[in-house]
């Protein structure tokens, strides 16, 4: 019989720093009030873009908030509606969990003739699905017993967590998208068709986080329901990208997934590469592998010797270390949370500082600025609502016991996002931060992560925190035991 291992992985996005709102004083007299007051306020944001959404845009997989209809971007399997769907656990809401949840077991489907990202369906639908299934056991328990005995509550599964409706759901999800990882390197295609597997012609190029982001989906898919294969492919696309590192312990942006051969040599920490890096050290906590934390403290070490400039991070390339261009991108802004995981507290703060002042000169990041020229690369204006920065800032207010520095960090970006993008139907990407124009587009990630983590800066007292941090676990019974 297979054993069935219970892990919840909590991870935390970041995001932004306000363009012209007026300086908050905190005090810790007055501090719980200031949580409570933002902790309901991103409640609010969050079922604005959910009942935007729900009511305007399902079953389609997004809304476009300006002119108020839905659309189909990764795949049309109501994207918006899985990837959010944690979000009501954490917020309580039972009643919307189990209808949504019903809803989609009856109406989701992966058997169609669609060509999709399989990066995207990763992170976003096999993520999505397994963070509800482990989480939703949060909305039956009782608060004055240790014990969770499943097989007496209607709505859960009698093996949860070891089975379940939203489980076979991401397991179905993941078999559709193994075929890429099949590949003489183990290294996977970037496209899939959900049907008939890899397409004919299919480029083999795809970036380095099109390779390394798998492994924690993958590995609780295995361990929660026994079948190795989902792991196993994961870890061997991470081995890969391990083994084919320059000499300098530094990684290209784009592969040859069958040849090996690194097709783009500019070393980033930032676009077509951040999640590799997240994924190394947040999988090695979650499957206790410190071998993949110290891949990453080897890349770490590289980074900071040659892409590290006056606290920002330029690209480079990646076998000569020489740096080739003075580009911030914003999804960096991860890696500062990253940091904090391994211990690199004062690193963390220092970058986060520098990011912030991007944020108070424009009211959100945009996708790609020259820090030397102080001006933002052409084309490349949007802020999409983007969590990284939040992420980070959730994990260095955490460690600093919520620091009233980065907590008005904090309001100013609750603040900017409802003051420039709110809309009657929704809330609307930043088309461009100079002048704040905004496009028709609502993505799935605002209300996964960028509401759900300035959520629980607000919220300290969340389970999310306080059943990691203290030893407040519990006996599950189910029909196994």
Not at 94 to 106: A, D, P, Q, W
Not at 166 to 191: E, H, Q, V
Not at 437 to 451: C, I, Q, W, Y
């Amino acid at each position: 019989m297979n054993q069935c291992y219970t892990t919840i992985l909590i991870v935390l996005v970041s995001v932004l720093f306000t363009f012209c709102s007026e300086p908050k004083i905190l005090n810790h007299e007055n501090k719980s009030l200031i949580l409570e007051k933002y902790k309901k306020k991103v409640k609010e944001m969050f079922y604005h873009a959910y009942n935007s959404y729900v009511y305007n845009a399902y079953p389609y997989d997004e809304l476009k908030p300006i002119s108020c209809q839905g659309f189909d971007t990764w795949g049309s399997y109501s994207l918006t509606l899985i990837d959010a769907l944690d979000m009501l656990v954490i917020l309580g809401n039972r009643t919307e969990f189990e209808r949504v949840s019903n809803l989609l077991e009856k109406t989701i489907s992966f058997d169609k003739d669609i060509n999709v990202s399989v990066f995207e369906t990763n992170i976003r639908v096999i993520g999505g699905l397994i963070s509800a299934h482990l989480l939703s056991y949060r909305l039956y328990i009782d608060k004055n017993s240790n014990e969770l005995d499943v097989t007496k509550i209607k709505n859960l599964d009698p093996q949860w967590p070891c089975d379940g409706s939203l489980l076979r759901l991401a397991m179905k999800a993941a078999d559709k998208i193994l075929p890429a990882f099949d590949t003489p390197t183990g290294m996977p295609y970037g496209t899939v068709n959900l049907k008939y597997g890899v397409p004919k012609g299919e480029t083999p190029i795809t970036c380095v986080a099109g390779v390394g982001t798998f492994l924690i989906e993958f590995s609780a898919l295995s361990r929660l329901s026994g079948d190795e294969k989902y792991e196993k492919a994961a870890m061997k696309a991470m081995d890969a990208l391990w083994n084919h590192r320059s000499s300098i312990n530094l990684v290209g942006n784009h592969i040859n997934t069958v040849t090996g051969q690194w097709t783009g040599v500019d070393a980033t920490i930032g676009s077509g590469v951040d999640s590799y890096f997240e994924y190394l050290v947040k999988a090695g906590i979650m499957l206790n592998k410190p071998e993949l934390i110290e891949q990453f403290r080897t890349f770490q070490r590289a980074i900071d010797k040659y892409l590290l400039h006056d606290n920002w991070f330029f690209w480079a390339n990646m076998n000569s270390g020489k740096k080739t261009l003075p580009l911030f991108s914003s999804l960096e802004a991860f890696y500062p949370g990253v940091l904090v995981l391994v211990g690199n507290l004062k690193q963390a703060t220092k970058l986060v500082d520098n990011y912030h002042t991007v944020w108070r000169q424009y009211g959100g990041l945009p996708e790609f600025l020259n820090v030397q020229t102080k001006t933002i690369h052409n084309n490349r204006e949007a802020y999409p609502l983007r969590p990284e920065l939040i992420e980070s800032l959730m994990y260095i207010i955490e460690s600093q016991r919520h620091d009233l520095k980065y907590v008005e960090m904090a309001i100013d970006y609750v603040e900017s996002i409802d003051r420039i993008s709110r809309l009657d139907c929704g809330f609307a990407t930043i088309k461009d931060v100079k002048d704040h124009k905004l496009d028709d587009r609502m993505e799935s990630f605002f209300l996964a992560e960028t509401l759900k983590y300035l959520y629980l800066i607000f919220d300290p007292e969340n389970f999310l925190h306080n059943d990691i941090a203290s030893s407040d676990f519990r006996i599950i019974k189910n029909n196994r035991g």
